[in-house]
């Protein structure tokens, strides 16, 4: 694989951890807390923090933390202001995440990666979500039928949910909240609609057609 080929393939790797994973390591100050977060509509990872992350002199997010992490990325943490704290973003990361162990929200600004042998620039690692303001309609329309969400996650994943719930979409796949943890089903195609969305999700189900 030519080497410019090679890089766009571990960004693309990259990207669909970061997508898919929903949690991770925090290192900060010689401490280390797993994290759950969020990603917002913009791109930028959105989650609770300890007031000792915000002060921290380095702070380094590793995806996945079982054994050695796939990728690590270093971040600045910037506070959330006052009319994000209660706004969208906290209420999106509870539908993810349940309630959540701090009160202070901060942007985990990623300023660049390493996976393997690359570095990868933060800017890139910016996942934003076009379709972000067509979600709404799609989860109640999907999550009336918990049925097809199930069928789905066990052709897909291979994964039994018992009371999967549809709690966010982007181009790229859905993600289903599960009793302990949020799953990710990456799509054939890219979706550029909530209509797309839809029938993209059905088209999933082995009862379909």
Not at 34 to 58: D, T
Not at 99 to 116: E, H, S, T, Y
Request: net charge negative; proline share 9%; glycine share 6%.
């Amino acid at each position: 694989m030519p080497p410019m080929a090679s890089e766009a393939a571990q960004l693309k790797t990259a990207q669909d951890l970061i997508r898919s994973h929903f949690k991770g390591e925090l290192n900060f100050d010689d401490n280390i807390e797993r994290l759950g977060y969020i990603i917002s509509p913009e791109g930028r990872l959105v989650a609770p923090v300890m007031v000792a992350m915000l002060h921290s002199v380095q702070t380094v997010l590793s995806i996945p933390d079982e054994g050695e992490p796939d990728i690590a990325m270093l971040l600045t943490l910037e506070e959330l202001s006052p009319a994000e704290k209660n706004g969208a973003l906290p209420d999106h990361w509870r539908i993810y995440h349940g309630d959540p162990p701090d009160v202070n929200w901060a942007f985990l600004n990623i300023d660049m990666a390493r996976m393997g042998e690359y570095i990868l620039d933060g800017e890139a690692l910016k996942l934003s979500n076009p379709l972000a303001d067509q979600q709404a309609p799609v989860l109640r329309t999907m999550n009336q039928d918990p049925h097809l969400i199930r069928r789905i996650c066990h052709e897909v994943l291979t994964v039994q949910i018992d009371a999967p719930v549809m709690v966010g979409f982007d181009p790229e796949g859905f993600d289903i909240r599960g009793t302990f943890e949020v799953f990710r089903i990456p799509t054939p195609t890219l979706m550029n609609s909530a209509e797309q969305a839809i029938m993209t999700f059905e088209s999933l189900d082995p009862q379909h057609g």
